[in-house]
């Protein structure tokens, strides 16, 4: 169930109601606010109702045991496909989606639909696209097959490629409000008091995502630390120097994980509330935030080198 994102649920359901869907939805807003979800309700959805038997409930959601939500929670739904980092051998996620996995659409394309006429892919995150891969899609969004759907999950819409934007309809998707925080939150931590929950809502800054981080890793002093060098500085490394030393050693390692995918995040949310030569700053410390977050783990970057590093990034944002 999407909680807190009504305007995107019902433009899309409105949609697809009248068969008059546009073939490509970018789907931008911060990042742990419901995106990926809403386009995997999305695409059972219509996969779904395009193959029968009708379902009589309005809006976006599934019944769980009709057949092909079914497939879709087995993963084995003939017509759809979900493209995101794969893992590495080694360990860790791929720094980028690369430009095989996009060209394996193809196959998905080149053949007729299996279980009805529709068919749907989710790009989670079209961000993580490398160049030629974000080519390579360009193209399928130019000359798309009937019947299919895009799904493309996005958390700086502003940096991908023009032509891109240009060939998708947009869904905007906000931070969520403090009430759809502490319901939804409070399903998913069963067994956390309702003063806990409502730190949780102060410190995740609207973000589902980043609350279950949160929680689970006890990422709240951190992101604290992050946030007060995001908008005062280190002007003596202190705070930068505390962060290493937390997340530097091996026995943190998923919290240094999770920290690497915390900050361009929190750069991005932030992000939105500037203006000027301000709003300038955190969308390039948001680039090199992103770019440090992915390469780090890929070449095996000192833990606390990396965390100063960003720390660094993090401060470049500060008046």
Not at 45 to 71: Q, S
Not at 216 to 244: T, Y
Not at 286 to 314: M, W
Request: charged residues 25%.
């Amino acid at each position: 169930m999407i909680v807190g994102q009504d305007k995107a649920v019902e433009a899309f359901t409105t949609a697809w109601d009248s068969r008059r869907l546009h073939h490509a939805w970018l789907l931008a807003g911060p990042m742990g606010v419901g995106k990926a979800s809403f386009a995997r309700e999305a695409a059972t959805r219509v996969l779904a109702e395009a193959a029968g038997p009708p379902i009589a409930e309005p809006g976006l959601e599934t019944p769980p045991d009709h057949p092909m939500a079914r497939l879709m929670a087995a993963g084995s739904h003939p017509d759809f496909r979900w493209l995101e980092r794969l893992e590495k051998e080694k360990g860790g996620l791929a720094r980028n989606i690369s430009v095989d996995q996009v060209r394996s659409l193809g196959n998905l394309l080149a053949v007729t639909p299996s279980m009805s006429p529709w068919r749907a892919i989710v790009i989670d995150s079209v961000d993580d696209l490398e160049a030629s891969a974000a080519n390579a899609l360009l193209k399928m969004l130019e000359e798309p097959p009937a019947n299919t759907l895009f799904f493309l999950v996005s958390h700086a819409p502003g940096r991908l490629l023009p032509t891109i934007r240009s060939r998708c309809r947009r869904l905007e998707f906000s931070k969520l409000g403090d009430d759809a925080m502490t319901s939804l939150l409070s399903r998913s931590l069963t067994e956390t008091n309702a003063s806990e929950i409502g730190r949780l809502v102060e410190f995740a800054n609207g973000s589902v995502g980043r609350a279950l981080a949160i929680a689970e890793l006890d990422l709240a002093p951190l992101e604290s630390e992050a946030l007060a060098i995001l908008r005062q500085g280190d002007p003596d490394n202190a705070r930068r120097s505390k962060l290493a030393s937390a997340l530097g050693p091996k026995a943190a390692a998923e919290r240094y994980a999770a920290f690497l995918d915390l900050v361009p995040g929190l750069i991005a949310s932030e992000a939105v509330g500037l203006n000027g030569p301000a709003r300038g700053r955190a969308l390039d410390a948001y680039a090199k935030a992103r770019e440090t977050a992915v390469i780090a783990p890929r070449l095996s970057l000192d833990p606390a080198a990396t965390v100063f590093q960003l720390g660094t990034i993090l401060a470049s944002v500060a008046p």
